[in-house]
């Protein structure tokens, strides 16, 4: 059932046995773990199914380290979070529309593992323990098998590069469709009969009295100024890497520095994933473009696929580096990518539908770009009329290599870098004085990407290059002066990590290998916030795959509850 809080009166209990706040991928996947259970679920959902600009600024913050990605664009409220805005085109469906989704791929050993060199790392459960739960979030997903290794996506015209006596490897990512979330499954909780979705219900306070440390009720408001309770046994976070830390620390009226924080640990070791175009590959022999398609987004055997460069297990442990991975996207010369860019900016942003005396300036500055590149932009137009191509391939769309017809366009690979940035406390989601319409603090994100990360970014722009040029691939060009790398922001991928990183030792993390917080016996976190540590995978499927091992430990603990009995219109008795 859908319940609209607005219609809820003032200071109105609601009595649940499981209350999860966020109606995003993992609150949905949790959600249906317990349809046609005994146990009664009330999910959450600040917003409504459709986007709302007034709810929305509920999402806005301040950056005051580093500059990051705007705030209030990051963290979508709505019923299904931010699989709204996925923006993937992963092929045309039936009637000509895009698929549009998400990338998947799990962590590695690795990051599970407690490394020297990587201050603050090492999880208190090993990726062993996360298989099966894996496997099935691939079919949460609706996503191919669990498998990323080379051979099941390889093939004679879509060979991976020959690696060997490198520090590099080849590796996969999948994706998967965004409705499954947003769509598909709202259908199925809104005909579950133990199953409630609450919109428009912002939680603004956790309420845990001091002298029994559990959660016993929820506050939830919204935009009509009313505010509620929802009373239950069982509380699961599953708000994202900010919003969770963000109503934790502000639920402080027992608790002076927030709910679960006695080692004033919430909120911080914030993690992102740079993304940086960091340098250009002029392929060699090996490298060209008809030898490459494995690393495009193609279809495989029915599943969506693309290729990735990464470190060897090896290579990270020998030489001490962080785990980061590389991605290749064919170009044209620079005046003409520059061209293209241009073409694509005043398409994309509306400049030339209804423009503007303040947009002149603009629109002629990008208008010269594109005659720069006049020849080019003729033939990219046509050819994507001709053979459904994109003007300029990227993470947003693959296909290039299903047209041989034109690999002539083009002259090099750009490379982009995606990184694992290390944990560090400085790094921290914390609470501004200024509030929200809702009267809840609104966010400061202190953080910044430090040397440790530009120094180990830079190692593996030398060891590709190095690798480039052993192996035949081609000549790397760095983009930055003197080959030195810089990170300008903002650069992240907007994966928030680490805020309420999982850890054995309560001094050293806010929730327990079963995502408990350690200090609070009936509330639990479903997020990438309980990551100690991120690689560079996007996180994703390891939250549905931590969400699914949560959903397996509640049924465990839970109290058991008899069925109810119904008598039916015969008088016999049915559950």
Known sequence: MIVDSREISENQVVESDICIIGSGPAGVTLAREFIGTTNHVCLLESGGISQDAEIQDLSHGYSIGEEFLPLKDIRNRQFGGNSNIWSIKLGRKEDRQWKIGVRYVPLDDIDFEKRDWVPHSGWPIRREELIPYYEKAQQVAHSGPFSYGVDPWADPQAKPFDFANTAFTSKVFQFGTRTVFHQNYLEELRAAPNVDIYLYATAVELDAPQENKAVQRVRVSNLTGKSYWIEAKTFVLATGGIETARLMLASNRHQLGGVGNENDLVGRFFMDHPLLDIGRLTPGEKGAFAQTAFYDL????????????????????????????????PRPSERQTQAVLALKDLIENGYLNHPTPQHWPAIAQKLLKVAGGLDYVARVVSDARKYDQSLMHGFGRGGWSESPQIY????????????EQAPDPANRVQLSRDRDPLGMPRVELNWRWGRFNIDDAQRTQDLFAAAAETTGLGRYVSNFEDGELSIPGPAGMAHHLGTTRMSSDPNQGIVNENCQVHSVPNLYIASSSVFPTGGYANPTLTILALTLRLADHLKKTLPKKEAVVVQNSQGSDSP
Not at 408 to 419: A, I, Q
């Open 408 to 419: 002539d366009r083009f002259k090099t690979y750009e490379v982009l870098f995606v990184g």
């Open 298 to 329: 193609r279809q495989v055997k029915g599943s969506p696929v693309m290729g990735h460069i990464a470190f060897t297990k090896k290579a990270m442990v020998e030489q001490q580096l962080l785990n980061n991975a590389l991605v290749l996207f």
